[in-house]
């Protein structure tokens, strides 16, 4: 059963689910693009990581996270997919934050998409696969995720951590799709505790946020939500499900 509890700042936060098995491990270095070296109990080991950015802050040499085993048969014996911050943890698996986003869409937990359903995942649009396809009592709204776990000064999740041209591609998309008269959103799970807000990286992708900005006055809908892993119950928790998300307009 989920559960709603009163945060001391006021904000409702719901319980999304709980990432049974997971171990603490040690940051050793990052690899390559998806495996990470970790230490668990004194011992190194390999672990996989499902995150394509850069996320410099994180895998620092030292700071304690928190892995899950994989399955038989898989390269690594370990998936990493939180790094410890203040008591709580950033979630900087792009897989489980779409897991447990899907699972606030489907509990109507999320306002904004109150009376959505994911339809299909992995939709082709144009040239680009966009995650899903929801569909609202309005119609059909072609829906990317985006994972936002870079903490900027002030107290801001933002995206990304550098230039991507595949998320040029899809803000692109949906904003020629609802140009012709569509419905298109972008959504940034800022997975990471206490922050205020969303927005663009500019330092990261100064285009990127650019596009961000035209594609906000195109009509394509920006949202943002929170969630954050909580290490010392095992538990991911939505903290806020309509994170403000402020742009800057002298970004063009």
Sequence with gaps: MTTVVTVESGIMRRRLGDIPGVVECRVVNRLNRFVVEVSLAGAFTRAYINNTGRLREYLVMGRKGYCVRNPPGWKTEYRLFAIEEDGLAALIDAQMQ??????????????WLEGCAISKRNVRLGSSLID???????????????????????????????????????????????????????????????????????????????????????GVLLKAVRICYEPMSSTVWLEDPDLKVELDPGER
């Design 98 to 111: 779409m897991m447990f986003f899907e699972k606030a869409v489907s509990e109507e937990a999320i306002p």
């Design 132 to 218: 899903y396809l929801v569909t609202c009592t309005c119609g059909s709204m072609y829906l990317e995720v985006k994972s936002a776990v870079l903490r900027g000064d002030g107290g801001y999740a933002m995206y990304p951590d550098c230039p991507t041209l595949r998320g040029r591609r899809h803000v692109k998309t949906l904003m020629e799709h609802v140009l012709k008269g569509g419905y298109g959103a972008i959504v940034f799970i800022a997975a990471l505790p206490h922050v205020k807000a969303f927005k663009p990286n500019v330092q990261g992708d100064p285009e990127m946020a650019s596009l961000l900005q035209q594609a906000s006055e195109a």
